[in-house]
């Protein structure tokens, strides 16, 4: 399967705990996107990078919100002191940048369920 | 906050019957896609539209793209079990990178 994988699939935490999640694109795509979806809820846009540029936050990123793409291949997304507000799934997605004429179509992992209690 | 709207926010139907989900944007879209989200899966990319007014068909599937590039609509004829689902806008504005998704169509088919 060469698609997006995520790592966890599931993550329980504590309030106040840091947590890491990472990334793995679809290997020739370089862009890549993260999301945070709860339930009835669409994907909410958290943050993109272009190789390992990280060219747009979301203004509701709290800074306790960091990521990383080193070398422009996986990426990171840490959440740190862990809020039980956090609880959710978090998406990652990938697509290969054609010119910002074209918007390719955004390849999604299944996702990290995120659990704080 | 998202600033794609969709409407319905649920839709229940009989198979065989049409269903329609409409999606409205506060701005003027680059472009809009349109996603399918099973239950207990991610979003699947089904189509994207780029230019005023265009129209396009998959199988039972019609999608639209508004004149003013601010709305488009997604109609399935016939619905089947198979369609089953949540169902997606996302819009790029003109101005940034991010795809902003609405809140979704959640498509419940009965036999």
């Known amino acids: 399967d060469t698609g997006v994988s995520q790592d966890p699939r599931h993550k329980i935490t504590k309030r106040g705990q840091n947590v890491t999640f990472r990334c793995d694109p679809i290997?020739?795509?370089?862009?890549l996107y993260w999301y945070r979806q709860t339930l009835g809820q669409g994907p909410e846009f958290l943050t993109y990078f272009q190789n390992e540029a990280q060219l747009e936050k979301s203004r509701l990123l709290s800074d306790r919100f960091s990521a990383e793409r080193p070398k422009g291949s996986f990426s990171t997304l840490e959440i740190q002191r862990t809020e039980q507000g956090d609880s959710a799934m978090y998406l990652c997605?990938?697509?290969?940048?054609?010119?910002?004429?074209?918007?390719?179509?955004?390849?999604f992992g299944n996702g990290t369920r995120l659990t704080v209690t | 906050g998202q600033q794609v709207m969709q409407i319905p926010q649920y839709q229940h139907v009989q198979e065989g019957e049409d269903f329609t989900t409409y999606c409205n944007s506060s701005?003027?879209?680059?472009?809009i896609q349109w996603y399918k989200q099973r239950p207990g899966g991610h979003p699947v990319f089904l189509i994207q539209?780029?230019?005023?007014?265009e129209v396009k068909k998959q199988k039972r599937l019609t999608f639209q793209f508004g004149e003013a590039k601010k709305n488009s609509s997604l109609h399935i004829t016939a619905t089947q079990t198979t369609d089953v689902g949540t169902y997606f806008c996302?819009?790029?504005?003109?101005?940034?990178?991010?795809?902003?998704f609405g809140k979704g169509t959640s498509l419940l088919v009965t036999p």
């Open positions: 539209l780029v230019k005023s007014g």
């Open positions: 701005t003027t879209l680059s472009n």
């Open positions: 997605a990938s697509s290969l940048a054609m010119g910002r004429a074209y918007n390719s179509p955004l390849h």
């Open positions: 996302a819009g790029f504005l003109n101005s940034g990178y991010a795809l902003n």
């Open positions: 290997s020739e795509h370089n862009r």
